[in-house]
C-alpha cells in the first residue's frame, strides 16, 4: 500500500497537477486511445508515455459517432472498433496497466451513449476497480451531468467538465462550479486536430476561467509541440495532447518518434 | 390565407406542456452537446421564442409560405384508393406539392428567416439523407441570399443523384461526406463539426424534429403548419369529409413530416396517430431503421445532442440502418415521438422496403401521384391498417413528398436491368 491509495480519484489528479503547477511550469498529459492502432501498442505507447514524463493519462473509448473530433481521431477511433475495441475492454486494459505499475490518474475520454448504454453507476464503479480517477465526456454539459456527477461523487472520482472560447461568463460559472479534478478547456472554436499556432486569446480566455475557480484549468486542442506545450505552461495548469501524437505514431518509426515527441512535449509543460 | 404560427400556443391548453424550460420531453430530449455549442443553442431558444410572438416576422413568413412555397397545400380525396380497399376514405395532405416537392422547406424557411432577420448570421449548414432537405435549405437561401454548405453522405449522393444536382444549381456547396456509414448521421456529425468550427456566424439548419433542444420544439412548430391546415380542411366540407379523421398516418424518419401532421390533432382524443417507420428488409435482419420495433437494438440512447430511442450494438456502438428511402435511414428517432408512444397517444409500425414499394406503385396506378420513397412507407401501412379500422372511418395520409428522386432507386428494384 502507498499513500495513493487512501486518496480519491480526485485527490490525486489534483496532486498529480500541483507537482508541476507554477508559473512556468504545467501537467503533461497525453491522450491515449485504447485499442488504437492495436490493444498491445496501446499498452506499449501509455509505458513509453510514463517514460517520457506524463503527469496523468487520458485514455480515449473508442465511439462509432466521434463528433468533437477531427478526422485524426475519427479515423483512429474508427480503427480501434474495427478491432473489436469495446468499452469493457478498455477498463481491461487500464486495469492491466496498473497492474503493471503505471501509477499516474486517469481520465477516460468518453462520449457519452457507450456509458448510458454500460449504466452510469455501474461504468463509474467498473472504472473505480480498472484504476480510473476521472471522466471527460465531450458531449455531457452540466445541464445534463446530474446522474454522472451524483455517481462520481459518491466513488470520490472527478467528472471533468469542458469550457470554450465560445461560453458566457453564466456559462463559466456553472461549469467552474460543476467540475472536479480540473477544467477542460478548448483552445478554439472546432475539433480535436493538430493547430500551427495557439489563438491570441488563449490567455485571457484562461484568466476568465481563473477568476471563477481555483480549481486547475488544462487547455487542450490543439497543442501539438513542445514550444506550444511550454506556452500553455505559461498561462495554464496543463498540456493535454492527443492528435499530435496519434498522427506521430502513424508516421515513419512511430514508436521512436512519438517518444521523442513525448519528450519534448513533457520538457515545454516541465519547463526545462 | 396561411393558418398563423399563433394558433400553436392553444393546443398546450390540453394540459402538459411539452417540452420543458430544459428541453425535455419527459424522459426523452435534452442538450447532449459539447460546452462550445451551448451558447448558440441558448440564442436559438431566445430568438425561436421572439420569431413566435413577433407579428412583422409571423406576417413575412406566412407571407413566403403563401406566395412562395404554394401553401395551403391541397387535400386530396383519394377516390380510387379509397375504392381499391373498399373501406374507409382517404384523405392525402399534398406536401408533394409545396415548392422543391417536400414538406422540408416550411422548416427550411422559418429557421432561415429567423437567423437572418433576428440574428443576422449569413451563413448556413444542414445535413441531407434523402436531399429534399437540403434542397429546400439551398432553395431558401437563394431566396434570402444566404451561404449555403450542405453535408451529404457518400451513399446518398449516388442514391438521390438529382438532388444533388439541384443543390449544385441553387448555389450551394454540396460537400461529399465518406466517414461510417456515409449516410445521414455521418452527414449530421460532419455538420455539427462545420458548426462548431465557425459557430460565431453559422446556424446549423437542422432539418428534422431531432438533435438538441431547441431544435425538436422548433422544427415541430414550423411543421405543425402541415396538421392545423389539414385539420382545418378536413374539417371544412367544401374541401374535406367536414369531420375530423379517425386515423392520420405519417412515415417517420427523424419525424418532422409526422410531428407536424400530429401535433394539431394531439388534443383531439377520438384522432388516432400512427407513425410508420422504416422496416428495411424486415426487423430479423437487422438491416432496417426502425427504432421502435427492434427490441434488440432500439434502446434509450443518446445521438447528436438528444436523448431517444437509438439502434446500436451491445457496446452502445450506433447500429449501421438500412432502408430503401435515405430520408429514412437514420438510427434515432424524434424524442417527441419517444414521449408520443410512452403516453400511448401515437402508435408507431414499421413497413418493410417492398411494403414501400408496393405502396409507392399503388399510389401512382391509382391516384396519379408518384410519391417519394419516404411517404411511399405512409401509403405501403394501408393494406395493414384496413384490417384496424371501419369502413366508416376517414383515414388521413400526410404525402410527405414527391418520388421524381427516386426513379433510379424504384426503377433498378422493379426493373433491374432495364
Ligand atoms: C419526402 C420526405 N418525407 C419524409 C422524410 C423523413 O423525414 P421526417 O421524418 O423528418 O419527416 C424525408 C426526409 O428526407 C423526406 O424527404
Given amino acids: 500500500m502507498n499513500g495513493n491509495d487512501c486518496m480519491t480519484g480526485v485527490e490525486r489528479i489534483r496532486s498529480a497537477i500541483a507537482k508541476r503547477q507554477g508559473d512556468a511550469t504545467a501537467a503533461f498529459m497525453p ?38 473530433d477531427g478526422p485524426t481521431l475519427q479515423a483512429a477511433t474508427h480503427k480501434a472498433l474495427l478491432n473489436g475495441t469495446t468499452t469493457r475492454q478498455c477498463l481491461d ?165 512519438v517518444k521523442c515527441l513525448a519528450r519534448k512535449l513533457a520538457q515545454g509543460a516541465h519547463g526545462h | 390565407m396561411v393558418d398563423s404560427m399563433q394558433a400553436i400556443f392553444s393546443a398546450d391548453d390540453y394540459g402538459v406542456h411539452y417540452p420543458d424550460s430544459r428541453g425535455k420531453f419527459g424522459p426523452y430530449g435534452g442538450k447532449y452537446v459539447p460546452e462550445t455549442l451551448i451558447p448558440a443553442l441558448e440564442e436559438l431558444e431566445e430568438i425561436h421564442a421572439t420569431a413566435m410572438q413577433d407579428a412583422g416576422f409571423q406576417d413575412e413568413l406566412n407571407s413566403l409560405l403563401e406566395t412562395y412555397v404554394g401553401r395551403p397545400t391541397p387535400l386530396t380525396h383519394a377516390r380510387r384508393l379509397t375504392e381499391h380497399f373498399g373501406g374507409p376514405e382517404i384523405y392525402l395532405k399534398r406536401e408533394d406539392l409545396a415548392h422543391t416537392g417536400a414538406h422540408k422547406i416550411n422548416n427550411a424557411l422559418g429557421q432561415a428567416l429567423m437567423v437572418k432577420r433576428i440574428l443576422g448570421k449569413n451563413r448556413v449548414v444542414a445535413e441531407t439523407g434523402a436531399g429534399q432537405h437540403g434542397v ?18 457518400s451513399v446518398d449522393m449516388a442514391r438521390q443523384a438529382p438532388n444533388v444536382f439541384r443543390m449544385r444549381l441553387l448555389g450551394a456547396d454540396v460537400r461529399e461526406v465518406s466517414s461510417g456509414s456515409q449516410t445521414l448521421k455521418d452527414a449530421i456529425n460532419e455538420a455539427i463539426r462545420d458548426w462548431v468550427t465557425n459557430v460565431p456566424d453559422t446556424h446549423y439548419l437542422l432539418g428534422s424534429a ?99 430511442y437509438v439502434l446500436q450494438d451491445e457496446d452502445g456502438q450506433i447500429a449501421l440502418t438500412h432502408s430503401i428511402s435515405a430520408g429514412l435511414d437514420y438510427a434515432s428517432v424524434g424524442p417527441e415521438h ?81
Wanted: net charge negative.
Fill in chain 1, 31 to 68: 491522450y491515449v486511445l485504447l485499442g488504437f492502432p492495436s490493444r498491445m501498442e496501446s499498452v506499449a505507447m501509455v509505458q513509453s508515455m510514463a517514460d517520457a514524463g506524463a503527469d496523468l493519462f487520458e485514455f480515449g473509448f473508442p465511439f462509432s459517432d466521434p463528433l468533437a
Fill in chain 1, 93 to 257: 486494459i487500464a486495469k492491466e496497466l496498473r497492474d503493471a505499475g503505471i501509477t499516474q490518474p486517469f481520465c477516460a475520454m468518453s462520449y457519452y451513449n457507450p456509458i448510458f448504454n454500460y449504466g452510469p453507476a455501474r461504468f463509474i464503479e467498473d472504472a473505480a476497480r480498472a484504476g480510473f480517477d476521472g471522466f471527460i465526456i465531450p458531449d455531457l454539459p452540466p445541464d445534463e451531468g446530474e446522474e454522472m456527477e451524483e455517481a462520481c461523487r459518491e466513488a470520490g472520482l472527478a467528472l471533468v467538465y469542458l469550457l470554450a472560447p465560445s461560453s458566457s461568463q453564466e456559462r463559466v460559472e456553472l461549469v467552474t462550479e460543476h467540475s472536479t479534478g480540473f477544467i477542460y478547456l478548448v483552445s478554439v472554436l472546432g475539433t480535436t486536430g493538430v493547430r500551427a499556432s495557439l489563438p491570441d486569446y488563449l490567455t485571457d480566455l484562461v484568466a476568465l476561467v481563473r477568476a471563477n475557480t481555483d480549481t486547475p484549468v488544462c487547455v487542450g486542442f490543439g497543442v501539438s509541440n513542445g514550444t506550444q506545450a511550454a506556452q500553455v505552461a505559461s498561462i495554464a495548469d496543463g498540456a493535454i495532447v492527443a492528435s499530435a501524437l496519434i498522427d506521430t505514431v502513424l508516421g515513419p518509426n512511430g514508436a521512436d518518434a
Fill in chain 2, 136 to 153: 429546400a435549405v439551398a432553395t431558401v437561401c437563394a431566396l434570402l441570399d444566404m451561404e449555403c454548405v450542405v453535408y451529404m453522405g
Fill in chain 2, 210 to 308: 431531432l438533435g438538441p433542444h431547441p431544435f425538436p420544439v422548433m422544427v415541430r412548430n414550423l411543421q405543425s403548419v402541415i396538421g392545423r391546415e389539414a385539420r382545418r380542411q378536413m374539417l371544412d366540407p367544401s374541401v374535406g369529409p367536414g369531420q375530423l379523421p379517425d386515423v392520420v398516418v405519417a412515415c417517420v424518419g427523424g419525424g418532422s413530416n409526422a410531428i407536424g401532421m400530429f401535433y394539431p390533432f394531439v388534443m383531439d382524443p377520438g384522432v388516432r396517430l400512427l407513425g410508420v417507420e422504416a422496416g428495411g428488409r424486415g426487423i430479423e435482419s437487422q438491416k432496417h431503421a426502425a427504432r421502435f420495433a427492434d427490441p434488440k437494438m432500439g434502446r434509450l440512447g443518446v445521438l447528436h445532442g438528444t436523448r431517444s
Fill in chain 2, 338 to 418: 419517444a414521449l408520443l408512444r410512452d403516453r400511448e397517444r401515437a402508435e408507431y409500425f414499421y413497413c418493410t422496403d417492398e411494403q414501400a414499394l408496393a405502396g409507392f406503385e399503388l399510389l401512382c396506378r391509382q391516384e396519379g401521384i408518384i410519391p417519394a420513397l419516404e411517404s411511399a412507407h405512409a401509403v405501403g401501412w394501408l393494406p395493414e391498417l384496413m384490417s384496424d379500422v371501419s369502413s366508416d372511418d376517414v383515414v388521413l395520409v400526410s404525402l410527405s413528398g414527391r418520388g421524381d428522386k427516386d426513379l433510379d432507386t424504384v426503377m433498378a428494384e422493379l426493373a433491374p436491368g432495364a
